[in-house]
């Protein structure tokens, strides 16, 4: 997949917005405010973070090895990194609607309704 591909499909969730808080080549993802995928422009070869259950992760990183390694500068038990080119598009937007969605979950009530509404 594609990083341009993969930024569209990000911003065309519920609730999610687009920033540079940590420096100018690494985008972030959110949903209302929290973090649930990050993308290295610059890296080689192109890959994304993605939150992931854990037991899930492992599991992964098992199936996918060399494509889904434990995430980069992140916490290994719940991030994943994801080769972007190694991967299939399907398989990248599912990791990423369950990333979302791990995310969406811890959610105050309050702020699901407010997502709900978008």
């Given at each position: 997949m594609h990083v341009e591909n993969f930024r569209n499909y990000c911003l065309s969730k519920p609730?999610?917005?687009?920033?540079f808080p940590f420096d100018e080549s690494t985008l972030v993802f959110?949903?209302?405010g929290k973090m649930f995928a990050l993308?290295?422009?610059n890296r080689i070869p192109p890959a994304v973070n993605l939150k992931c259950d854990p037991d899930r992760a492992i599991m992964l990183r098992e199936e996918y090895d060399?494509?889904?390694?434990?995430?980069?500068?992140?916490?290994k038990i719940h991030?994943?990194?994801c080769l972007l080119e190694q991967?299939?598009?399907?398989?990248?937007?599912e990791l990423t609607d369950h990333s979302y969605d791990l995310v969406v979950s811890k959610l105050t009530k309050k702020v699901?309704?407010?997502l709900a509404n978008l």
């Open positions: 609730g999610v917005t687009e920033s959110k949903v209302m993308n290295g422009l060399g494509s889904i390694i434990p995430g980069f500068h992140m916490s991030w994943n990194t991967l299939s598009p399907e398989l990248i937007q699901k309704a407010e």
